[in-house]
């Protein structure tokens, strides 16, 4: 079984700054791509930012300049540090793996549980 957790959520002021994190474990053989992803209410989840095994890196463009992406493979764990927040960047925030558990084994998307960021005075 694999499972991501996340931590690092909260409640912040506009312009203040959160880190989140998400660990991956269990029987894993290989991580690809990495993304955090987020979901506000009453909006579909969205794309946040990207990094890919080989360091490529994507941002969606109401992020860019503000959050940035970053993963240790030694760790097996993803980061998304946000600065300069927004009320809009409430929402939960999802990481997402793509993993190949063992040799042979098709890589398949797995997700964490989610995290509610709250940007508000």
């Known amino acids: 079984q694999v499972q991501l957790v996340e931590s690092g959520g909260g409640l912040v002021q506009p312009g203040g700054s959160l880190r989140l994190s998400c660990a991956a474990s269990g029987s894993i053989f290989n991580i690809y791509d990495m993304g955090w992803y987020r979901q506000a209410p009453g909006k579909q989840r969205e794309l946040v930012a990207y990094?890919?095994?080989?360091?490529?890196?994507n941002y969606a463009d109401s992020v860019k300049g503000r959050f940035t992406i970053s993963r240790d493979n030694a760790k097996n764990t993803e980061y998304l540090q946000m600065n300069s927040l927004k009320p809009e960047d409430t929402a939960v925030y999802y990481c997402?793996?793509?993993?190949?558990?063992?040799?042979?084994?098709?890589?398949?998307?797995?997700w964490g549980q989610g995290t509610q960021v709250t940007v508000s005075s």
């Open positions: 990094i890919g095994s080989g360091g490529n890196i």
């Open positions: 997402m793996a793509k993993l190949q558990q063992r040799i042979g084994v098709a890589a398949t998307d797995y």
